[in-house]
């Protein structure tokens, strides 16, 4: 053996040890509001406590912690703690990337280890709408960032005629709408369209339907209770899947279904997560992030519905163009890509 190799690996251990349980911290700073009153300015632990009311031994471990881990800054001179401008932005900013609320899906899909374990036995799936409300929260909440940022500036702007149908006033289907952050996105950019949403999982209608009531925008949106290949209405044009055909058992049936609500001319907005085709080359950060959540939610939800697929969150884009030309789409183009995901133009 190479004990150079050995030492490497264990430095490597080292860290991903750490970083399991330092999630807990930043979702303990996440709930209790800790990044955005450290954002204020530089504090010991003593004047961090009489800022938001929690207890000084406490707050002394959970502010080196996170200097340690490079979420937060320590001022040798004055040990005083502080977020850079950068740090503030990404886990305080309440239109930055929101990283805490990936650690919540991370630690609610942990929870189900028992549970995935014992599938690994007997191949049996577990559904999305089995896990519990930090799942859903923290996916809408870890995914919003790139939708406000990208969706109706980039990504709707990226298809062919699709923007000028919507600002003259056009249909949409959102289809697995989850808590309704796209739909909402939509209704809000597009005041002469409506919005069909709709989503297997009720608790998330529910949450979906009070955050339209929320932004003004529920009399451009109704919400459905309904499977992917079984959502209402026809002659939409454009109907929107974000980061969900590779959740499916079906995703052929589903995109079937997408197809035959089209109008003629209409287009299937399709967003997956960045994943390329070979194998090796999603041995990435970005890949492992995304295998981790495909074991612990895709892979279990898919293998919990009829179907005979499981795609996972890794698919890559031949696997997803061989999806569409199987449900009968003639014309398929990446329009546009970010670090966390491909968009994909489909078209009947």
């Known amino acids: 053996m190479d004990h150079e190799k050995i030492g490497a690996f264990l430095g490597q251990f080292v860290l991903d040890a750490g970083a399991v349980g330092a999630a807990g911290g930043v979702v303990v700073g996440h709930r209790l ?21 929690c207890a000084p031994r406490y707050l002394t471990e959970w502010l080196r912690g996170q200097a340690a881990g490079g979420y937060a ?20 900013d309440p239109d930055g990337p929101n990283l805490p609320a990936a650690f919540l899906v991370v630690l609610g899909y942990l929870r189900d ?13 577990i559904g999305w709408h089995e896990h519990g409300d930090d799942v859903f929260v923290g996916t809408d909440a870890f995914y919003r960032a790139g939708y406000v940022t990208e969706l109706v500036q980039t990504w709707i702007p990226a298809l062919e005629d699709v923007e000028a149908k919507l600002t003259a006033g056009g249909r949409v289907a959102d289809v697995g709408c989850g808590l309704g952050t796209t739909s909402v996105l939509m209704a809000r950019a597009f005041p002469r369209s409506t919005v069909s ?3 297997y999982h009720a608790e998330s209608i529910e949450r979906a339907r009070k955050q339209a009531a929320d932004a003004g925008v529920a009399d451009r949106i109704s919400f459905e209770v309904a499977p992917a290949d079984g959502f209402p209405g026809s002659g939409y044009d454009l109907v929107t899947t974000f980061d969900a055909l590779h959740d499916m058992g079906d995703p052929v049936g589903a995109a079937r279904r997408v197809r035959e609500s089209l109008a003629p001319d209409g287009t299937w907005l399709l967003v997956e997560p960045y994943a390329p085709d ?7 950060p970005v890949g492992r992030l995304y295998y981790a959540g495909s074991l612990f939610l895709c892979v279990p939800n898919a293998l919990s519905q009829a179907g005979g697929h499981a795609l996972g969150a890794q698919a890559g884009e031949a696997a997803i163009r061989q999806v569409t030309a199987e449900a009968g789409f003639t014309r ?8 966390f995901n491909l968009i994909y133009e489909v078209r009947p």
Request: with cysteine; aromatic share 12%; proline share 6%.
């Open 33 to 53: 509001g800790l990044y955005r009153a450290l954002a204020e300015g530089p504090a010991t632990p003593e004047e961090f406590a009489s800022r938001t009311g």
């Open 73 to 92: 800054t320590y001022d040798g001179a004055t040990g005083r703690f502080f977020l850079t401008e950068e740090q503030a932005f990404c886990l305080a």
């Open 113 to 125: 280890e028992p549970r995935l374990t014992e599938a690994f036995r007997t191949g049996e799936g």
């Open 197 to 199: 949403a709709s989503d």
């Open 278 to 284: 070979d194998v090796a080359d999603t041995f990435t």
């Open 332 to 339: 398929f183009r990446r329009a546009a890509q970010t670090p």
